[in-house]
């Protein structure tokens, strides 16, 4: 599966962005779909992601109630809503598809296939 990530840039701290996660194929019954991001300096941690069929959602405690995932079925797509952003939120994130389990879906080893990342520079 390729994925292509999408969506970033910079934005003031408070501000919004939605980043986009484009499959090559239907992913929606097969793939859970997760987003990722990492810091400079540190590792890459779990941010969101949304279960296969079911598209039950989780979310990184320092992202709830911020950022919602979503997907459109019919375009092969996982967006990433970003609200309220903060300068902590500055990252590239990476969107990536597997088929992780309740137990893997917010670790790097539930994820099989990944996207390019995209920069977020959220400034104060």
């Known amino acids: 599966v390729q994925l292509q990530a999408s969506g970033g840039g910079l934005v003031q701290a408070g501000g919004s962005l939605r980043l986009s996660c484009a499959a090559c194929e239907q992913t929606s019954h097969r793939y859970a779909v997760g987003w990722f991001r990492q810091a400079p300096g540190k590792e890459r941690e779990f941010v969101s992601a949304i279960a296969r069929s079911g598209g039950h959602t989780y979310y990184a405690d320092s992202v709830k109630g911020r950022f919602t995932i979503s997907r459109d079925n019919a375009k092969n797509t996982v967006y990433l809503q970003m609200n309220s952003l903060k300068p902590e939120d500055t990252a590239v994130y990476y969107c990536?598809?597997?088929?992780?389990?309740?137990?893997?879906?917010?670790?790097?080893?539930?994820?099989?296939?990944w996207g390019q990342g995209t920069l977020v520079t959220v400034s104060s």
């Open positions: 990536a598809a597997g088929r992780a389990m309740v137990s893997t879906i917010a670790t790097i080893r539930g994820y099989s296939y």
